[in-house]
Each structure stands twice: as structure tokens, then as C-alpha cells.
């Protein structure tokens, strides 16, 4: 079966540092996207790992292991601006079918 | 690029009426995908296209639901005979030819549905 879990909702402070984690179970998998979505809006891409490591790129990181089949999604220095969901998707193999979770919705207090 | 486009943006019916969306794809994006989200959900895949040709159609997708892309630029999401529980957001998304692996998708507004 396909399976993503990410917790539901998550709180920070502005100016601090959150970690969004997901965990999968997938028949396949060839890459691991995150995006983020504002309430409202269409999602936006934030990164792709494919192979175990980080991948840093600005204010965001993601990490990747996929003998755990485990990331995160680390952002840095926040901003009220990103307060919004972060979606954590599978890419199987074989195709180019994406299998998103139900996302994690951050509030960032002041 | 004037990013991906759906129409209409809502749309409200009542139950048992037949309903069309219409997503056009970034120029030159050969790659495009349907989703359908609900309150709270994370995307949840319905059928993609590479070019004009379906590749995959989600097994949850019933015989009501058909798109099409027929000539490999706009596609069509057509919703027969609707159902409360069709209700939800329906995201279009493309991808541009020669992404390869990464194949990172950008989406369009959506086209949120409310049947009556």
C-alpha cells in the first residue's frame, strides 16, 4: 500500500527553526518532493531529494533517508510569511504518479 | 510563461449534472496531471498525460470521470452524473519537456467544485 504520514499541525516562533518530518511506505519510490501550499493556493515546489543526504537550499533544507524511508523538511530563521501547509509527495517508480500526504500545517507566531 | 491556467475557477451544480474543467498547461510543457484535494487533504492524484497520450488513471478514479488531452496542449476533465462527494478541488499540474527525474510540477490555481 502507499502510505505518508506527517504530523497535522506544527507551531513556531518567528526567527526560529522547525523540522516538518515525514515518514513513507510506498510500493516504489523515485524521488521525494516538497511543496508548499498557502491556505487558498495552488502548491509550489520547495525541493526533490532522491538520494540519502541534505539538499540546502537557502532559508530551506531537506533531508532524505531512504533506508528509513524518513525525511524532513528543516526551515530556518522564519518568517510570518511562512505560515502555510507543507506537503510531503513520493514519486513511484515506473511512472510519474505523485502520491502526496495530507500535509502539515505551520502557524508562525510573532 | 503565464504559469498554468484552469477555468472555470468555481463552479457550482447540482447533483446528477454533468460538469467540464479545462486546464491549459505552460507553453511547451508535455507533461500534465489532474488531482483532485479536499479540506484538509494533500493533493490526490486522479490521471496524468505525457503529451497527448494517458499514461496512468488512479484505480480510485470512477467510470463518471474521463479527461482528455487531445492534442497534446489543453486537457479536459469531464465529471458525469456528479456526486455530493465530489466536492473538492481539482488541481491541474505540468511539467516541462526534458525535466527528467526531477520532473518538479507546477500547478495551477484550481477549480474548486461544490455539488448541491
Known amino acids: 500500500g502507499q502510505n505518508i504520514d506527517q504530523p497535522t499541525e506544527m507551531t513556531a516562533t518567528e526567527g526560529a527553526i522547525v523540522q516538518i518530518n515525514c515518514t513513507y511506505q510506498?510500493?516504489?519510490?523515485?524521488?521525494l518532493f516538497w511543496y508548499q501550499q498557502h491556505a487558498g493556493e495552488a502548491p509550489t515546489f520547495l525541493s526533490y531529494?532522491?538520494?540519502?543526504g541534505l539538499e540546502e537550499k537557502g532559508r530551506f533544507s531537506s533531508f532524505l533517508s531512504r533506508s528509513k524511508g524518513y525525511s524532513y523538511l528543516l526551515l530556518k530563521e522564519l518568517q510570518m510569511k511562512d505560515s502555510a501547509s507543507y506537503l510531503c509527495a513520493v514519486r513511484d517508480t515506473g511512472g510519474f504518479k505523485t502520491i502526496f500526504g495530507a500535509g502539515t500545517r505551520l502557524f508562525v507566531k510573532a | 510563461d503565464t504559469g498554468v491556467s484552469q477555468n472555470p475557477r468555481h463552479k457550482i451544480t447540482k447533483r446528477g449534472q454533468n460538469v467540464t474543467f479545462r486546464c491549459d498547461p505552460i507553453s511547451e510543457h508535455n507533461r500534465l496531471y489532474w488531482y483532485r484535494q479536499t479540506l484538509g487533504q494533500g493533493p490526490e492524484f486522479l490521471t496524468y498525460f505525457q503529451n497527448e497520450a494517458q499514461l496512468e488513471k488512479s484505480r480510485l478514479l470512477s467510470d463518471r470521470f474521463s479527461a482528455e488531452r487531445p492534442k497534446g496542449s489543453f486537457s479536459t476533465l469531464e465529471i458525469q452524473r456528479t456526486e455530493q462527494g465530489d466536492s473538492a478541488m481539482y488541481l491541474c499540474?505540468?511539467?516541462?519537456?526534458?525535466?527528467?527525474?526531477?520532473?518538479?510540477?507546477?500547478f495551477g490555481p484550481g477549480t474548486r467544485l461544490t455539488v448541491l
Open positions: 499540474a505540468s511539467t516541462p519537456k526534458g525535466a527528467g527525474v526531477t520532473d518538479t510540477q507546477y
Open positions: 531529494n532522491v538520494l540519502d
Open positions: 510506498t510500493s516504489g519510490f523515485n524521488g
